[in-house]
């Protein structure tokens, strides 16, 4: 963030202290509803598109404690540009792509019981679709409950630059999806800026434990 222009420099570094707060004050959110525990989960947004400067979320740090000093400032290849000693979360080169991908302004990531047990259900299918619901109008772009979203399922690995390859190729395919699932793994879902990529999370994570429990009382009522 170096250079000799105060007023660009204070600007981006104002922008990045309210940024900062906003992703932790979600990511305590999130860790509250059982979203990311465990040091699960992880959130990044856009400070400045050109050069490409986000902030991150550290890399195995509670949610739950997260704080907006922690949160870190990271360039287009996820190496930290602030002033911290602290290694940004393993997913940053997703959340990068998916950045790219998608002009997003914010990317969310959680580890839900319910995301994580229909990813496992859903995954020889590659995806799965929710439909019929209220709740989908909360999508942006949505505007009727008899809208059709399809949430791909990607198999997961440990190999963050092919899974970021493999997540390009399906943002391309899959060019109305709002949320990905990674198998057994978690959600990730994106917006414009940090309210809406929490919007679209909530709303995800509700329509997966809607559909979820749904299931699980039918089954129990054919017993
Ligand atoms: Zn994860």
Redesign the pocket.
Known sequence: MGGGFGGIFLSMSDRFIQIAASIASIARGFQVRGWALGT???LSAVVEREPLTLAMSPSGVDKGDLTAEQILMIDEHAAVISDHHAKP?D?SPLHIRIIKERGAGAVL?T?SIWNTVLSDIHAADGGLSIEGYEMLKGLEGVSTHEHCEWLPILENSQDMLALADRIGDTLRKHKDAHALL?HR??LYSWGRDLAQAKRHVEIVEFLLEALGRTRLISQQRKV
Do not use: A, R, T
């Open positions: 699960s989960g992880n979360s997913e990531h580890h990674l793994h978690g």
